[in-house]
């Protein structure tokens, strides 16, 4: 088998006004897909995060991937990382990094094409599954009114249910428990998370609380405010959470910051933004600085990477999650392989898929019924693209306006002159 035609695809997709520690989500969220073909016919897919310089580095790693074997994954990786410059992670909540990207789309798609050319399901090829439904938390985020789009902040008056809940605002307590009512009772979700970091931590403290009071004792509740609080503010907003989270994601900067308000609190600490690659592993360890790593193939480099990295939480003594970022069913479908075939992952997996639900570019979406996705059990990732919608996402993408992701801008749209800090409270 070789890779004869590599497609590379930017598409934009309607995402509401989400707040965040970087400002404002725009009203398109940037996807690439990214098609393997094969000179045996087969399509093999991957979808990643997009951005324009992450869409060059996949065009100047294209000509080098023709002709290469989908199952010789060291060679293409050689070929990628003799390409590859150094990048970094960046400030931003988001990860800012080019190659992981790429790696990761181009791996994807090369299982894709390796599962379904022997017809098995990608699962098998990354040890089976260690359980057959994934687990989903519910994502709340702080928003502004609308649903995105070309409509920007506009709404739909007559959406009920989660559609209505999803271009509401929700900019206080009482915003934040309506969304989850919708939004649990529309997918089932039995944990929730709130993005935090977005307005004053009294306000994101308070909504946890009313979660808590809305949900009872036995909802697993947390808390992410994107490494955008100091010590002290972590440590007093902990202590007034004691008992009402099941972890506490990225509350400051740094590992010896996290390690400084884990040694404070008796809350379980996560992360996606102190360590995100293999070279901070052993600072993990040195200062103890997590209990919990969210993994994300999206940022890790694919899923080998996801597999090595779950293998030093078993020994290490890290619980295990998944980080999500606004993705469409390629990403869902690779982010259920691969959360069913690491045992470890003892916690529910992130997604922000309610804020895409009704766009996605699958001919059949994957459901997420009683907080679960069900393992898609049909060759490869199990899912099959509509190219008539793919077709259209990418002309969205054209019309946008939009070649990166920057919350600072869009938040400036609603507060003139303001600008992204690093520690904000």
């Not at 897909?33 to 100047?60: C, K």
């Not at 992670?89 to 090369?110: F, Y």
């Not at 004792?217 to 994107?226: A, E, F, I, S, V």
Request: glycine residues 8%; contains cysteine.
């Amino acid at each position: 088998m070789q890779i004869s035609e590599i497609h590379i695809t930017p598409v934009a997709v309607a995402d509401p006004p989400l707040l965040n520690a970087a400002g404002l989500h725009a009203p398109y969220a940037l996807r690439i897909i990214v098609e393997l073909v094969s000179d045996d016919g087969l399509s093999g897919w991957g979808e990643i995060p997009g951005s324009e310089a992450v869409r060059a580095a996949l065009d100047s790693a294209a000509d080098q991937i023709i002709g290469l074997d989908p199952w010789r994954l060291n060679a293409i990786d050689a070929v990628l990382e003799a390409l590859a410059n150094p990048d970094a992670r960046g400030a931003a909540p988001w990860d800012q990094r080019t190659w992981v990207h790429v790696s990761s789309a181009i791996e994807v798609a090369c299982y894709d094409l390796m599962a379904k050319s022997v017809r098995r399901p990608l699962v098998d090829l990354l040890g089976g599954p260690a359980r057959e439904r994934v687990p989903f938390a519910a994502y709340l985020f702080f928003k502004y009114a609308g649903a995105g789009g070309a409509y920007g902040f506009e709404r739909d008056p007559a959406a009920t249910g989660w559609a209505a809940a999803r271009a509401e605002a929700a900019l206080d307590p009482e915003g934040i428990v309506k969304q989850a009512r919708a939004m649990v009772a529309h997918y089932g979700f039995q944990s929730i998370e709130l993005k935090g970091g977005a307005l004053e931590p009294q306000i994101e403290v308070d909504s946890i609380l009313a979660l808590r009071e809305a949900f009872g004792p036995d909802m697993p509740l947390r808390l992410d405010p994107n490494a955008i609080w100091r010590v002290d503010t972590a440590i007093a907003a902990g202590k007034q959470l004691a008992g009402a989270l099941e972890y506490y994601e990225d509350p400051v900067r740094g590992q010896k910051n996290m390690a400084e308000v884990a040694r404070a609190l008796d809350i379980p600490l996560a992360t996606n933004m102190c360590t995100t690659s293999f070279a901070d592993l052993p600072g993990s360890v040195a200062h103890q600085s997590e209990a919990i790593i969210l993994s994300d193939h999206h940022f890790w480099g694919g899923f080998r990477a996801s597999l090595d990295l779950a293998r030093f939480c078993a020994v290490f003594g890290r619980g295990m999650s998944m980080h999500s970022n606004s993705h469409l069913g390629i990403s869902l479908a690779a982010m259920a392989h691969l959360a069913a075939a690491v045992p470890n992952l003892s916690y529910d997996c992130d997604t922000h898929y309610p804020w895409q639900d009704g766009q996605d570019l699958l001919l059949a979406p994957l459901p997420i019924e009683d907080g679960a996705v069900a393992l898609p059990r049909a060759p490869g990732l199990g899912v099959e693209v509509d190219r008539g919608r793919l077709a259209q996402l990418h002309q969205q993408y054209l019309e946008c306006g939009l070649s990166e992701r920057n919350g600072e801008v869009e938040m400036q749209k609603v507060q003139p002159g303001w600008r992204f800090q690093a520690t904000r409270w």
